[in-house]
């Protein structure tokens, strides 16, 4: 089993920037490729940004390509989503993953964070 706790979420005016990190316990000796996912009231999960275990593969999401940055640091479980020039489509709870295998599909995260609240203001 593996535990994912997001932290840094808040409330932030159109054009700004935060720092989310996803902190992993339990079983972090395995390689799991991380991921963070976004909701919006009333829409589906979405996937943001993916990284590979080594750090030598991402993926970002058109609507994040150029903003947003993910990073990981395995040796202190961490992986990290820096979020610049924020907009008001960019409010969502942000959740954090772990699968197996470099994925793009949701199935294939198999934890989950309990997400973080980012709130932009036009």
């Known amino acids: 089993q593996v535990q994912l706790v997001e932290s840094g979420g808040g409330l932030v005016q159109a054009g700004g920037s935060l720092r989310l990190s996803c902190v992993a316990s339990?079983?972090?000796?395995?390689?799991?490729?991380m991921a963070w996912f976004r909701q919006a009231p009333g829409k589906e999960r979405e996937l943001v940004t993916r990284?590979?275990?080594?750090?030598?593969?991402?993926y970002y999401a058109d609507s994040v390509k150029g903003r947003f940055g993910i990073s990981r640091d395995n040796a202190k479980n961490t992986v990290y989503l820096q979020m610049n020039s924020l907009k008001p489509e960019d409010t969502a709870v942000y959740y954090c993953?772990?699968?197996?295998?470099?994925?793009?599909?949701?199935?294939?995260?198999?934890?989950w964070g309990q997400g973080t609240q980012v709130t932009v203001s036009s």
């Open positions: 339990g079983r972090t000796s395995s390689r799991y490729a």
């Open positions: 990284i590979s275990w080594s750090a030598d593969r991402t």
């Open positions: 993953a772990a699968a197996n295998t470099y994925s793009g599909s949701y199935s294939s995260y198999i934890y």
